[in-house]
């Protein structure tokens, strides 16, 4: 009897699943079957191509200034906008990139070249920083700095002499 008691749990626990394998498949929920068939229909039926996207409206470009405000930023820096920008004006903390032209009052060209500045971080002189917080992507400015917000009294030899002006002609990229 001992040895017939194995052999009869095995028949039992055969039987048992067989109707569980049934009942499961009873079981399957219609939303399932109906994804099924949805997919299977979906993959069947030739591809349509999507509608095509509204064109986005052009972006705006910078625009000539009509008749240029010299705007007083205190302490003898004074800046004149000469073409506005589009989007948003640098704020402290934000890195511009700029094209930049600088010169005496008299017109002598000093420098020329690319300049990326953090806004209000100190690493330009004063009269640069305050004078291109604000500047929007594309506009041109022309910045007035004083000796004292440029490179004072000792100048930048021999590029820029001590208690020089300056005028930077300056776009933002």
Request: aromatic residues 6%; positive net charge; contains cysteine.
């Given at each position: 009897?001992?040895q017939l008691l194995p052999i009869a ?16 498949d009873q079981k399957v929920p219609q ?64 890195t511009g990139k700029f094209q930049v ?73």
């Amino acid at each position: 009897m001992k040895q017939l008691l194995p052999i009869a749990i095995a028949v039992l626990c055969l039987a048992a699943c067989k109707p569980q394998e049934q009942q499961f498949d009873q079981k399957v929920p219609q939303k399932v079957t109906k994804q099924i068939a949805e997919k299977k229909a979906a993959a069947a039926a030739p591809a349509v191509a999507p509608a095509a996207a509204p064109a986005a409206a052009p972006a705006a470009a910078p625009k000539a200034v009509a008749n240029p405000q010299r705007v007083d930023l205190k302490d003898g820096l004074f800046y004149t906008t000469t073409v506005e920008g589009v989007g948003d004006g640098l704020k402290a903390g934000e890195t511009g990139k700029f094209q930049v032209v600088l010169t005496t009052p008299e017109k002598k060209k000093l420098w020329e070249g690319p300049f990326e500045l953090v806004i209000g971080s100190g690493n330009g002189i004063a009269g640069f920083d305050r004078g291109v917080a604000g500047m929007k992507k594309g506009e041109k400015r022309t910045i007035e700095v004083p000796s004292a917000l440029g490179y004072g009294t000792k100048g930048m030899p021999p590029t820029i002499p001590p208690n020089q002006a300056l005028v930077f002609t300056v776009e933002r990229l």
